[in-house]
């Protein structure tokens, strides 16, 4: 049996958990920490879309006790890209191999870690391709000064490839930059599959390689991974240096979340192609085609970043870097450091 004093304690026990418990359940909830990432269009930001459609990020988030929502931004080009992380607008996003190097030497100059960008994950190594529709080229050497080229941009991945094989082959790395020109992807396949176009020859990327070696006339003569020898990345999530220094958990959540879509894209492309075109509807390409391309291309996706250091020696012999790069370690996120990348 309790005495007075016993029961007076437990009652105001009893009146303190209530207390607590109703100051829990007026109290405002935490919001998530919402993390904003910059995307464009094309089959190279499937990743996203599945991070997106199956909240991967939150889920990683979760994982390590991280609230956290992630929202996504459509941009073009990789100067909006750099504008908007600039302005905070978003607070990563993606970079070719080319552009995420000259921004984090850019940063590293000023000593500033709000403008130098570091690799939080790769996306994709899906290869570009030299296509031509003419039987007598078989190698960059066969090209005429009369043949043309078409790049989808001239600060396109495709144009460091063509300019670090025309100095392997040619001995000269811009010997063919006066044959550039600029056309869409569809209408590169076009000019290809009319054979007397603005273009005998396209760099391109998939899925408009798959379309355009549908047509018996055009061949591939050369892939980026013959050019750097291995895989290169297509496309890479950057950040700011002081973001990810505020932001630890991110960019291994990232990385575990780019990680779960490649495995979603090799495991079941039927689904991953679903998405796609949920996210990027296409009149001229179906569910199917796309689940072809990325059967072919299966494991071309995940969180490791490839080719850094072949782009970064080009970058450097043609003055584009001021200082050679060391390692490639040098320009990613801690969460990377142990990641099979080059």
Known sequence: MLSRGGQGGLRRGRFHIVIVALALLTAPAQADEQIKI??????????????????????????????????????????????????????????????????????????????????????????????????????????????????????????????????????????????????????????????????????????????????????????????IGGKASFLIIGATKSFIEAHPKVPDIIEKAMDEAARIIHDDPRRAAQIYLEHEPSRALEAADIDAVLRENKDQFGSAVQGIQAFADFMSRRGELKAPLQSWKEIVAPSLLNSPST
Not at 55 to 61: D, M, P, Q, S, T
Not at 75 to 97: E, K, N, T
Not at 134 to 161: C, N
Request: with cysteine; aromatic share 8%; charged share 25%.
């Open 38 to 227: 910059g995307i464009g269009f094309g089959l190279a930001f499937l990743p996203t879309y599945i991070c997106e459609e199956l909240k991967l990020v939150e889920k990683y988030g979760k994982e390590q006790h991280f609230a956290v929502r992630a929202s996504y931004e459509r941009l073009l080009g990789a100067d909006a890209v750099q504008d908007a992380i600039a302005s905070r607008s978003i607070d990563m996003g993606p970079f070719g191999v080319a552009p995420l190097l000259t921004a984090w030497e850019k940063g590293k100059e000023t000593k500033d870690a709000r403008r130098q960008i570091l690799a939080v994950s790769g996306m994709t190594t899906m290869p570009f391709a030299l296509l031509s529709n003419q039987p007598r080229v078989r190698t960059i050497a066969d090209l005429r000064p009369s043949d043309r080229i078409a790049i989808p941009t001239l600060t396109a991945p495709q144009m460091y490839l063509l300019e670090m094989q025309s100095e392997k082959v040619l001995g000269q790395y811009d010997r063919l930059r006066d044959q550039v020109v600029v056309l869409s992807h569809a209408d590169a396949v076009a000019a290809l599959f009319g054979g007397e176009g603005p273009a005998d020859a396209y760099f391109s990327s998939p899925p408009y390689t798959e379309i355009a070696l549908k047509d018996s006339k055009v061949h591939r003569i050369l892939s980026s991974e013959g050019v």
